[in-house]
């Protein structure tokens, strides 16, 4: 795992990166209220990404209303269940990720949180796997098309991830490697192993950000990689396969992988830039009540004149001077009329 070719694209990627963790904080002016929608809203797609990846179908707004509304309505279908399981380690690890030792047997209870709502997976949450768990293609009537890729065996599981989870934390240590090296080596190992029965792409996700959070890197929950994943998700396939198959090799080929590792962190790192500098523009040139009603919107979807006042407490004459002006500015779209008048973002 130690020799790893840094190429000049990874080193810039690696450089790029740490520039704008270590100007984070001065990047980070925003009001906390601001931030904390930019997290509420990178969150929810997030969840949303990294469980369409896998094979759900919930939208993001579908997302939003089943988290606004958990312990409130029973989960009857399975992308219901992990959505809600998902959205749990999420908070979990957005709010305690300084006190989560990087352990087997936090990963075993992390899994068992992620699949905490799922009776199907009930008997293996939070333990390796007993049965293989090949990688297969399956065609649209979901048929099988064969084994993609064979994962290690029930019988190796333990001791390969006993080692790939000492290696990396021992790297949060010693540094030996840069630790977004040491990360993105974790990832596609950890995904070579398929160490649970099922769960392991969205727990490897959770893991990237968990380590991602203990290396320093304080503003991933403001924008989502997961969402940038999903973007790409044939490309992120064949990265990994590229490199997993090269595994058992004296000298593995990291590049592909560690490639679009990188450039997906770039991503999401440009993409956080540009939210910034647009909430920025917007503060300096709108009044402060036009500047909430583009965050509502943004947060729901949509705003009516009713939910607006109920947000913020204001006026319903300033509300409506304020949307028509933002409607006028084309920043908002008005539909429907009287009563069922809404706005959405243009």
Do not use: C
């Amino acid at each position: 795992m130690r020799n790893i070719a840094i190429t000049q694209e990874i080193l810039l990627l690696i450089s790029e990166l740490d520039e704008f963790k270590g100007t984070w904080k001065a990047l980070n002016t925003l009001a906390p209220d601001r931030l904390a929608a930019l997290r509420k809203i990178a969150t929810i797609e997030s969840i949303g990404s990294s469980t369409r990846i896998e094979g759900a179908r919930l939208s993001d707004r579908e997302v939003k209303d089943l988290i606004a509304n958990l312990g409130q309505q029973s989960l009857i279908s399975r992308d219901e269940q992990e959505v809600a399981g998902y959205a749990e380690v999420m908070d979990l690890v957005f709010s305690s990720w300084e006190s989560i030792p990087f352990t087997e047997n936090y990963i075993k209870q992390i899994h068992t949180i992620l699949l905490k709502y799922s009776s199907k997976d009930e008997r293996h949450r939070g333990e390796y796997k007993k049965f293989p768990n090949n990688v297969q293609a399956f065609d649209v009537d979901g048929k099988s098309l064969g084994v993609v890729f064979e994962t290690a065996s029930p019988f190796d599981t333990p001791q390969q991830m006993s080692e790939i989870v000492t290696w990396t934390a021992e790297q949060f240590v010693s540094r030996e490697i840069h630790l977004l090296l040491a990360i993105g080596v974790f990832v596609v190992a950890f995904l070579a192993i398929h160490p649970f029965q099922d769960g392991n792409g969205r727990l490897s996700r959770i893991l990237t950000v968990l380590l991602l959070l203990k290396a320093g890197y304080a503003y991933v929950p403001y924008s989502s990689l997961e969402s940038i994943i999903e973007e790409n998700k044939d490309r992120y396939y064949l990265a990994l396969r590229k490199t997993q198959g090269t595994l058992n090799q004296d000298e593995p080929d990291w590049e592909p992988w560690l490639l679009f590792f990188l450039r997906a962190l770039q991503r999401q790192k440009v993409r956080l830039q540009t939210k910034l500098e647009s909430e920025r523009i917007m503060a300096s040139t709108l009044p402060t009540l036009s500047v909430r009603i583009l965050e509502l919107a943004k947060e729901h979807g949509r705003v009516t004149t009713q939910g607006i006042e109920k947000a913020t407490g204001e006026s319903r004459s300033t509300i409506k001077a304020r949307l028509k002006q933002l409607t006028e500015d084309r920043l908002l779209v008005r539909y429907g009329k009287g009563r069922s008048t809404w706005y959405g973002l243009s």
